[in-house]
Each structure stands twice: as C-alpha cells, then as structure tokens.
C-alpha cells in the first residue's frame, strides 16, 4: 500500500436548499486502502461518495486525486455558483470529468441496462466512455465475468438474474472501466439476506487484491474484516475515524458507541 493519497477530500460542504448535509468533511485514501463510511441514515455518506466521483457538487472544499502523470485533478470549491464547480469555467467541467474518469461506482441498485445482455452491460461502458475497442472491451469483460462465477451468463438479460447476480455485475462494470478508485454505495443493500454474502465475498477478494476502495455500508462485520479505516458520520459531520480494531472495540465518542450498539445489538 502506497503511502501518498491517491484521494484527498478537505472541508466538503454541500447543501440542499436549508439542509446543509455536508459540514467540512475531510477524508483521505492511500493507493490500495479501503475506507468504510459508516453511519446512520442522512448521515451524508451516501452525498460525500457521490461528491468524490462528480455526481454532486460541493458548496466548498476541495478534492485532489493523484492518478499519475497527466492524470492529477484538483478541484476547489468556493461557495460560488455550482453551474461550473465553482469559478473556473470549462477547466473546472474537464477537471470533473476526468474526477470521474479516475473511480467507478457501485450503486445499491444494479441499474443494469434491461434490454442489453449482461456481456453488452459491460462491454458499453469501456467503449464508449474510453474509447476501447470493442473486441477488447469484450474480452476483459468476459475475463472479468469469470473471475465472479458468472461467465455462463453473459448472454442472459438482467430479469434472468438473481438480485446477486445483478450486483456482481455491477461490480464488473465498475471494474472494466479499470478505474483508480472503486466507490460503493450499500451495495448489499437491497439484497435478499441470503444473497449478501456472495456480494461481499467479490468486495473481499478486490481488497485483497489492492483495489482502493470507499464503502458505504451498514455491513459492520465486513468493515471490520476489510477495512483498513472507518469513518464514522452523523450529521454531516466526521464524529471519529480510525482503525476498524479501536473503531468497533474501543470507540472514543459517545456518539459512535450509541451507533455501534444499536446495531450490534438491537434487542437490548
């Protein structure tokens, strides 16, 4: 694991109209960490995941993503009009655009696309958004679909799947944009019980192969397995972080033992 941040997050603020749901959050991700956001709902998670890939703007703060040689972003927000992200004009819309280039995201719902197979699900994103040829586009694809049990349904449509099913493939077409930064958002969320696990076991096994990762999630147990810091957010605000051993074992805030404890133990 690297020891620069790939990601670095300072003071994000974002509001919708008088619900301020962002409050100078910071958050920084080295190259091949994961960082777990846990929290209750309305928390903000959710809104800061999707501020670091461009699907929300900031009212303030900046986000730095070092993708390498000709790939560095570096985005202030200063309070101004969001029509631009903030004041620097069409510099500041290329600079979003390449913040997504650098992460791909996991949603909690799979918006796979009904009317593609799941071999064109994947396959569209790559060709169309990095210009890579087809046939090679197919065959990462394929190889990726491989490596989630799932090759034997690359020409099955997405009501043919299980809800699973869906969700690893989402996670394929995350992957084969081959992004630096893979973001989660609950994504076993909307899972059958039952099917939870197949989920996590894909998320595991990329963590474990250096993936850089930012996770949403009401999974503790896969947090706390996986994850190599959690944040903690109520209020929009980051009310501790730290490893998962001192996070889930000896939490600091009365706030976070309130959480932990409802959750881990809800009949109490």
């Not at 986000?63 to 040689?69: A, F, L, R, S």
């Not at 809800?163 to 899972?191: K, Y």
């Amino acid at each position: 694991m690297s020891e620069a941040p790939l990601l670095t997050a300072t003071g994000i603020h974002l509001s919708f109209g008088e619900n301020h749901v962002l409050r100078g959050v910071d958050l920084s991700v080295r190259r091949g960490e994961v960082v777990a956001l846990i929290g209750p709902s309305g928390s903000g998670k959710t809104t800061l995941l999707r501020s670091l890939n461009g699907l929300a703007t900031p009212d303030a703060g900046r986000i730095v993503v070092d993708g390498g040689p000709g790939e560095h972003v570096d985005l202030t927000f200063d309070g101004g009009p969001r029509r631009a992200w903030g004041r620097a004009g069409r510099r500041a819309l290329a600079e979003r655009e390449s913040l997504r280039d650098r992460s791909a995201m996991v949603f909690q719902h799979h918006h796979l696309f009904p009317h593609l197979t799941v071999l064109q699900n994947v396959v569209e994103g790559p060709v169309q958004t990095r210009g890579v040829p087809r046939a090679e586009a197919e065959s990462r694809a394929l190889e990726l679909l491989d490596r989630v049990g799932l090759a034997d349904k690359r020409d099955a449509y997405p009501r043919e799947l299980s809800g699973g099913q869906q969700q690893r493939v989402g996670i394929v077409r995350a992957l084969a944009l081959q992004p630096d930064l893979l973001l989660f958002d609950e994504p076993t969320s909307s899972l059958d019980p039952e099917l939870v696990g197949e989920v996590l076991t894909v998320m595991k096994e990329l963590a474990d192969e250096g993936w850089t990762m930012v996770v949403v999630t009401h999974e503790l147990e896969f947090a706390r397995a996986v994850a190599d810091e959690v944040l903690f957010l109520d209020g929009g605000v980051v009310v501790e972080r730290g490893a998962p051993a001192q996070m889930f074992s000896a939490p600091r805030r009365a706030r976070t033992r309130e959480f932990l404890h409802r959750i881990l133990h809800p009949l109490d």
